[in-house]
């Protein structure tokens, strides 16, 4: 299975990573121009730059093997995918409690919908994040990497 | 090895896991009194309210007990745990032998002993039935007297506003005490009355009035409340009479060591009946709340399985109130000595307030602005030294940058 990994000595905090995941994750499929014209609501960021000082890197879901956000979800949509290691949350099924916001130890998933109505999170665009794809410094890398004590 | 499980619910459902990650193999039975397929307790409310369907209560999918090789046994009710003999004997004067026994048997409503309270159109609110039966009974325009100030009565109470029933919910001291703080709690009572839901707050109900149905409440103060049904949410106490019989240490709830092992060989205990270690306090306390109740089962599980995991549970709420998010973990109110740090923004109705104890973050409160809270709950868990970024979490522009380089390279390799 494949993950994001944080390359923090190269990040710049240009913030790239924050944008291009907000245009996958509009309507306006990739569409950046569309996507900051255009969309209505426009979806969060599921990554986020983290800065003080002169430190600065990107933070997105670490697709935890014993994920907090999935054994405190209180509805059982939070579910880590036993095969991609993937952590998703289902849309259908997620009441916005926001018990998983107060498991996750990084901050790693968002309010989102109009009127914050359901918790979203890295879905690693399909294993083609996009985060990593546009990141200019290669400060975000998608790579292979065996969990342990895995069930896949 | 043979696995029983009794209970079906959240502490079940991960004891279930937790023993299918070390044994794929062996029987797993579990027994519980709830006819139904597990289900998210906590969803009760929006069921009332219309906003999930019943096939949406789900906790985990259908197939749940196929996949995982378990034999459900529901709607049976144990009356005893004889633990020199490994047997437990059930209603239906059946009998099912053990190696390994999880008590997962949960808590359920406080019996409230006020007059009037065996009238037939007062509910309990606690399981799926309850709430069934409840729904049946609602018609728009009634008016409710919901009797608690927990998180079950509050739910239930803005379940009912959204169905349009006139709904008054009358509390003894203050909402949510063991989650909010008083400054918190008033600002979610403004929140509530804002969004139609009265509350008489300070008053202690004296009497259920009626013949056969309730037909209002009165209060210590001598005024009534007209009302065609009473939701009563007053409390909760842990289902721990089967083991009566036995000689394993009980207080609250049935106590146990951070392996969720009770003082009786081969048994084991977790969720709302288990009394287990608090990480924040390092006291033993029962911990109602669903996520506690998962990973003690789920730990339970896999030390049922042979392993020697260890946990300890932290007090965490987290809701939403008709739009107003809050969530609340740890030490809410502080001693002498602690360190507490109140940001009150009135024009944004945002609240925060963080306890520290000893250069370590012990508890905090948000209301309003709720995100990223659960970097906070890590800290308080794995008992971070904070005295390097205090500041930062202070004026809230914390983030993972400020943390000193071995602990965030520790916490993201």
């Known amino acids: 299975m494949k993950r994001i990994r944080i390359k923090e000595q190269y990040c710049i905090g240009c913030r790239l990573c924050e944008i291009h995941c907000i245009a996958a994750h509009s309507t306006y499929k990739y569409d950046l121009i569309r996507t900051f014209k255009h969309e209505a609501t426009r979806p969060k960021p599921r990554i986020v730059i983290e800065e003080a000082g002169e430190t600065c890197f990107a933070l997105p879901c670490r697709q935890c093997t014993e994920a907090h956000c999935v054994r405190a979800c209180i509805t059982g949509s939070m579910k880590k995918d036993p095969q991609s290691g993937m952590v998703f949350n289902d849309p259908e099924r997620c009441v916005a409690c926001w018990t998983c916001i107060a498991a996750c130890p990084y901050g790693a998933i968002v309010r989102e919908g109009t009127h914050s109505k359901l918790a979203v999170k890295c879905d690693l665009c399909g294993d083609n994040p996009q985060c990593v794809i546009h990141c200019p410094n290669e400060a975000l890398v998608f790579e292979d990497v065996t969990e342990e004590g895995d069930m896949g | ?413």
């Open chain 2, 1 to 413: 090895m043979k696995y029983v499980i009794i209970g079906n619910s959240a502490a079940a459902v991960g004891a279930v896991e937790g023993i299918r990650m070390r044994d794929q193999e062996s029987s797993i039975t579990i027994i519980a009194q709830e006819p139904h397929h597990t289900y998210a307790r906590p969803l009760i409310s929006y069921l009332l309210s219309g906003k999930v369907s019943k096939e949406r209560l789900a906790y985990r999918p259908d197939n749940f007990y196929t996949v995982n090789k378990v034999m459900p046994m529901l709607g049976i009710k144990v009356t005893r745990v004889d633990s020199d003999h490994k047997r437990i004997y059930l209603d239906d004067g059946k009998q099912v032998d053990y190696d390994r026994l999880l008590i997962a048997t949960g808590s359920r409503s406080s019996e409230v002993k006020i007059a009037g309270m065996d009238l037939q159109n007062v509910f309990p609110f606690y399981t799926l039935t309850d709430a069934q039966l409840l729904q049946k009974y609602l018609r728009p325009h009634m008016q409710a007297v919901v009797l608690g100030a927990g998180l079950t009565a509050l739910k239930a109470a803005e379940a009912l506003v959204a169905k349009k029933i006139k709904t008054t919910v009358v509390v003894r001291s203050r909402i949510l005490r063991t989650f909010l703080d008083p400054a918190a709690a008033d600002m979610l009572v403004a929140h509530l009355r804002n969004a139609g839901v009265t509350l008489a707050v300070g008053q202690e109900v004296k009497e259920v009035m009626g013949k056969e149905a309730a037909e209002a409440v009165m209060l210590a103060d001598g005024s009534t409340l007209p009302c065609d049904f009473v939701v009563s949410a007053m409390g909760i106490v842990a289902n721990k009479e089967i083991v009566s019989a036995t000689s394993m240490q009980v207080d609250h709830g049935i106590l146990v060591d951070e392996q969720l092992r009770t003082s009786v060989a081969d048994v084991f205990a977790a969720g709302d009946v288990a009394q287990g270690y608090d990480c924040v306090t390092g006291q033993r306390r029962v911990i109602p709340i669903l996520p506690v109740a998962y990973a003690q089962g789920e730990v339970a599980g896999r030390n049922m399985a042979g392993d020697h995991a260890a946990y300890r549970g932290m007090g965490m709420n987290a809701v939403s109130f008709l739009g107003l998010p809050i969530i609340s973990a740890g030490l809410l109110h502080g001693e002498d000595g602690d360190e507490i740090h109140v940001v009150e923004e009135k024009a944004s109705g945002c609240y925060r307030k963080l306890v520290f104890r000893d250069q370590r973050l012990r508890g905090y409160i948000l209301v309003n602005q709720v995100d990223r809270a659960g970097i906070l709950t890590w800290l308080i868990r794995e008992n971070v030294d904070v005295s390097s970024f205090k500041a930062s979490l202070i004026d809230g522009t914390f983030s993972y940058a400020h943390l000193p380089i071995n602990v965030r390279q520790r916490q993201l390799s």
